[in-house]
Nanobody, 115 residues
Framework: QVQLVESGGGLVQPGGSLRLSCVAS????????MGWYRQAPGKQRELVATITATRTTNYVDSVKGRFTISRDNAKNTVYLQMNSLNVEDTAVYYC?????????WGQGTQVTVSS
């Protein structure tokens, strides 16, 4: 069964940093564009960042310059380094293919930015 498992979330103060990880159960994702998504309370899930198989990256405007997506295909892992976090970044963060596949949504990892 193909799975994506997110980790690395937590409680952080404004201005702090976190590094999220997404481990895939198979190397098949090496050839796909992968994305980090987030869903804040009461809001729709949004795409935050993507990385292609050739490591071209793209970001939503609200995180540009603060977040960095990367991938390590040898470890079947996609990362999201988040710096200068603010309260608006509070959400559950998920990884998935881009475009996403419904069956691949995992539990996500909670990121809470609060003083």
């Amino acid at each position: 069964q193909v799975q994506l498992v997110e980790s690395g979330g937590g409680l952080v103060q404004p201005g702090g940093s976190l590094r999220l990880s997404c481990v895939a159960s198979t190397s098949i994702f090496d050839i796909f564009t992968m994305g980090w998504y987030r869903q804040a309370p009461g809001k729709q899930r949004e795409l935050v960042a993507t990385i292609t198989a050739t490591r071209t990256t793209n970001y939503v405007d609200s995180v540009k310059g603060r977040f960095t997506i990367s991938r390590d295909n040898a470890k079947n892992t996609v990362y999201l380094q988040m710096n200068s976090l603010n309260v608006e970044d509070t959400a559950v963060y998920y990884c998935n293919k881009h475009p996403s596949i419904a069956a691949l949504w995992g539990q996500g990892t909670q990121v809470t930015v609060s003083s």
